[in-house]
T-cell receptor, first 113, second 120 residues
Framework: AQSVTQLGSHVSVSEGALVLLRCNYS??????LFWYVQYPNQGLQLLLK??????LVKGINGFEAEFKKSETSFHLTKPSAHMSDAAEYFC???????????FGKGITLSVRP | EAGVAQSPRYKIIEKRQSVAFWCNPI?????LYWYQQILGQGPKLLIQ????????DSQLPKDRFSAERLKGVDSTLKIQPAKLEDSAVYLC??????????????????FGPGTRLTVL
């Protein structure tokens, strides 16, 4: 079985500040991990993914995430927040066997001027 | 490249009524997924198709939900009869066939804009 934990439901940062969104996973086999972003009234858009290559993954819009097996974590970061980053962010895991994605409950990111 | 298309975008119905959602995946994508996203939660997989066959429907409430993908392209998700707790966004996603995804490490699913269902 696989699962994802995203602690907290809301993160607020100032424009230009560091963004850190936490994700911990549970999987009995090596996982594939994803971060998706969802803007209001839109579908999910892939930010980045980890597929067992480099542990530091760079995505779109300046986001990156680091896979840490010892901590079972895949936290999402961005050095400097922009107003346009305000959205809901979902971490997801799959073992790849059937591509079934299991999502966390999501974190809403607010960016203050 | 055209993305995943869904219709309608919004639907309001009374409880016990029926409703159907339509999805057209990205051309060439053999795998199609339907997710239910309740407000404040992450998407939950309802059903997964590989071409026109069902791969996983373990979380589909089969007493009221049904889905089909007769020609291996478009798909329809139906709810009959609807309950208040079915109010949610229904997301359709598609990806390459499972074997290609696994071999190439391309486990990316592409999502449509969703259908927001309100049951009154």
């Amino acid at each position: 079985a696989q699962s994802v934990t995203q602690l907290g439901s809301h993160v607020s940062v100032s424009e230009g500040a560091l963004v850190l969104l936490r994700c911990n996973y549970s999987s009995s086999v090596p996982p594939y991990l994803f971060w998706y972003v969802q803007y209001p009234n839109q579908g999910l858009q892939l930010l980045l993914k980890y597929t067992s290559a480099a542990t530091l993954v760079k995505g779109i819009n300046g986001f990156e995430a680091e896979f840490k097996k010892s901590e079972t974590s895949f936290h999402l970061t961005k050095p400097s927040a922009h107003m346009s980053d305000a959205a809901e962010y979902f971490c997801a895991v799959t073992t790849g066997a059937n591509s079934k994605l299991t999502f966390g409950k999501g974190i809403t990111l607010s960016v203050r001027p | 490249e055209a993305g995943v298309a869904q219709s309608p975008r919004y639907k309001i119905i009374e409880k016990r009524q029926s409703v159907a959602f339509w999805c057209n995946p990205i051309s060439g994508h053999a795998t199609l997924y339907w997710y239910q996203q309740i407000l404040g939660q992450g998407p939950k997989l309802l059903i997964q198709f590989q071409n026109n066959g069902v791969v996983d429907d373990s979380q589909l409430p089969k007493d009221r939900f049904s889905a089909e993908r007769l020609k291996g392209v478009d798909s329809t998700l139906k709810i009959q009869p609807a309950k208040l707790e079915d109010s949610a966004v229904y997301l359709c996603a598609s990806s390459l066939d499972l074997w290609t995804s696994l071999v190439l490490g391309l486990n990316e699913q592409f999502f449509g804009p969703g259908t927001r269902l309100t049951v009154l």
